[in-house]
């Protein structure tokens, strides 16, 4: 009876740790694009946490992702931008990511953000203005400047401990605007030094780098400017700039958004563009960039999901932005990202980890670290976003 008994209560017993066991956790490996790494780094924390799956990411730009990528090297990537040749014949281009590029500087003199126009900025990046003090750029920042003031909410999330925080972020329509609650006119007369400016830039294939040469390109030539920066946009920053910056002694190239952030941060005079976590990693401050529709918008998740709403989204994924198109409260550096993942043919574990682990990131991540400056996708791209995850087998 006894014997029966203990053999009850060991059925039992096995049958509660069946249920109570965790689910599979397994480990996913990816490269990429730094524009996307501030959010993948702090969301993959959360991730592990919640699904009990590890998720290793390294930088070293876009242009090592699609390599590593298209060589089976890592389980997905990250690209600032899609394939121009040679893509995988099983690739899925997803949209999860969008941010604004930031222009941050060190002026440490100057107490408020800094004005740019889309031609001071192909100027200074071209290395025709080579001092804060130039003529043009005291006419950006001694004038009358319209900025967009966008909705807010409160909303409270889980962090990585269970804990549940309040955080801030804006509100959008269901096709992914943001909420302009009104706009904010005042007129600015800022000192700026005379001090030499340090032009930073990227020496690798960079997706980021790719899509600011293509606004300086694009919002020059629709201001009728299109000599200031005649070239096509270029993965390689010195290949798409209008001068032979090699021979300049200004520009200071380095590998990757966080080492040209940190120069510019040990530089005074110094400026460059990169994704806004970098900047505020830095502790410097960024620029308001004016748009086509003559504002002055501040790099943030609000501004850019004004200016993405105004792009194509195309049949693989991939978005076409318009940086010649006047969109009220646009942020006009803003840019989707794109995880890289394989359609068919790999590790059935790995394909389920990195088809929860984009979908997470989609879903979650931008409204769990808004600190970090990425917009929550909603609205049409979110739909195509979701269309392509689930293409993952």
Same mark, same amino acid.
């Given at each position: 009876m006894l014997s029966k008994k203990m053999a009850s209560i060991a059925i039992a017993t096995s049958a509660l740790l069946l249920v109570a066991s965790p689910a599979y956790a397994g480990s996913i490996n990816g490269s990429g694009a730094t524009f996307a790494a501030p959010?993948?780094?702090?969301?993959?924390?959360?991730?592990?946490?919640?699904?009990?799956?590890t998720v290793n990411y390294t930088g070293g730009g876009s242009g090592k992702g699609r390599s590593d990528f298209t060589g089976n090297l890592v389980d997905f990537a990250n690209s600032d931008a899609p394939y121009s040749s040679g893509a995988?014949?099983?690739?899925?281009?997803?949209?999860?990511?969008?941010?604004?590029?930031?222009?941050?500087?060190?002026?440490?003199?100057?107490?408020?953000?800094?004005?740019?126009?889309p031609a001071s900025l192909a100027k200074i990046f071209s290395?025709? %203005? !080579?001092? #804060?003090?130039?003529? =043009?750029?005291?006419?950006?920042? *001694?004038?009358?400047?319209?900025?967009p003031v966008f909705k807010t909410k409160k909303v409270t999330v889980k962090n990585s401990k269970g804990q549940s925080v309040t955080k801030t972020v804006p509100v959008l329509d269901k096709k992914g605007k943001p909420d302009i609650a009104r706009y904010k006119t005042k007129t600015v007369n800022i000192d700026l030094p005379n001090?030499? %400016? !340090?032009? #930073?830039?990227?020496? =690798?294939?960079?997706?980021?780098? *790719?899509?600011?040469?293509?606004?300086?390109?694009?919002?020059?030539?629709?201001?009728g400017n299109s000599?200031?920066?005649?070239?096509?946009?270029?993965?390689?920053?010195?290949?798409?700039?209008?001068?032979?910056i090699s021979t300049f002694f200004n520009f200071q190239g380095a590998s990757g958004s966080a080492a040209n952030a940190a120069g510019v941060a040990r530089?005074?005079?110094?400026?460059?563009?990169?994704?806004?976590?970098?900047?505020?990693?830095?502790?410097?401050?960024?620029?308001?960039v004016q748009n086509m529709a003559g504002e002055f918008v501040a790099p943030d998740a609000a501004g850019t999901s004004a200016f993405l709403g105004g792009g194509t989204i195309n049949e693989n994924g991939t978005v076409d932005v318009n940086f010649e198109k006047p969109i009220p409260g646009a942020y006009p550096i803003g840019t989707t990202s794109y995880a890289l993942a394989y359609a068919s043919g790999k590790n059935a574990e790995k394909q389920t980890i990195v088809k929860e682990f984009?979908?997470?990131?989609?879903?979650?991540?931008?409204?769990?670290?808004?600190?970090?400056?990425?917009?929550?996708?909603?609205?049409p791209l979110y739909t195509k976003a979701k269309e392509q995850i689930a293409k993952i087998k």
């Open positions: 959010l993948v780094d702090a969301c993959k924390v959360d991730f592990a946490a919640d699904t009990g799956h995988p014949a099983n690739l899925i281009y997803a949209p999860v990511y969008a941010a604004p590029i930031a222009i941050m500087y060190n002026l440490p003199t100057v107490k408020e953000p800094i004005y740019l126009s290395g025709f %203005i !080579t001092n #804060w003090n130039h003529p =043009d750029l005291a006419k950006d920042n *001694e004038r009358t400047v319209k900025t001090q030499q %400016i !340090t032009v #930073w830039y990227r020496t =690798d294939s960079s997706g980021t780098s *790719e899509n600011f040469t293509r606004f300086l390109r694009g919002a020059n030539a629709a201001n000599s200031l920066w005649p070239k096509a946009q270029n993965t390689t920053f010195s290949n798409g700039t209008p001068n032979n530089t005074v005079g110094g400026i460059t563009y990169s994704e806004l976590s970098f900047a505020l990693d830095n502790k410097l401050p960024v620029a308001y984009l979908t997470y990131m989609l879903d979650k991540c931008p409204t769990k670290h808004p600190e970090k400056g990425f917009a929550q996708i909603t609205g």
